[in-house]
């Protein structure tokens, strides 16, 4: 995200977004701690577009090779009230998302994942079904654009559980969240 809280910009660009080895390092360390990735309709497609042949393409990179292992290997789950899909390792989730992602959290497993979904995670955030948040802040102000946390309604107390500064300038803040009101 933006140090101004965007994911996107209006047009949803992601092109001023950092990423290098020393973060994709980083993140295959998270993905490789969980046994899920939960989605929302639009990531998902843009996700499952590109990494379950990642690893096939012409040199692909130790991250692609890594993060396409990582998804192909975990359940995924995406709310959507449109998707209908049926794949191996793929659920689709609607109607009660509540009752239905509060089940899959019930299950043994590792952690699950959420990557972007915005949209998503504000949903999970009004239930109080988000008890992690995972921010990576790249040093760049965008003044407009697709906001993470458009709207809040309500209060989200965090903790700060870590912090780390990437050579890039992009910083990691891990939070728990406490309470919402």
């Not at 709310?79 to 689709?92: A, F, G, H, I, M």
């Not at 993470?148 to 891990?174: C, D, N, V």
Request: aromatic share 10%; proline share 5%; charged share 20%.
């Amino acid at each position: 995200m933006s140090l101004d809280g965007y994911v996107a910009g209006p047009k949803g660009e992601m092109d001023w977004i950092h990423v290098d080895d020393e973060l994709f390092n980083y993140i295959v360390k998270l993905t490789n701690q969980s046994d899920a990735a939960l989605y929302g309709r639009v990531t998902y497609q843009m996700m499952d577009s590109y990494w379950p042949t990642a690893a096939e393409q012409p040199n692909p990179s130790q991250h692609d090779i890594d993060h396409a292992a990582w998804y192909n290997r975990v359940e995924k789950y995406v709310l959507s009230d449109t998707l209908t899909l049926s794949k191996p390792k793929l659920t689709v989730l609607s109607g009660d998302i509540a009752q239905k992602v509060t089940s899959i959290k019930s299950q043994p497993g590792e952690s699950i994942l959420m990557f972007g979904s915005p949209t998503a995670a504000k949903s999970l955030m009004q239930i109080n079904l988000v008890d992690e948040l995972w921010l990576f802040v790249n040093p760049i102000l965008l003044g407009q654009g697709i906001s993470f946390f458009p709207g809040r309604s309500q209060h989200i107390g965090l903790k700060l559980i870590e912090s780390r500064l990437f050579s890039s300038g992009i910083t990691e803040l891990h939070y728990q969240v406490c309470s919402m009101s």
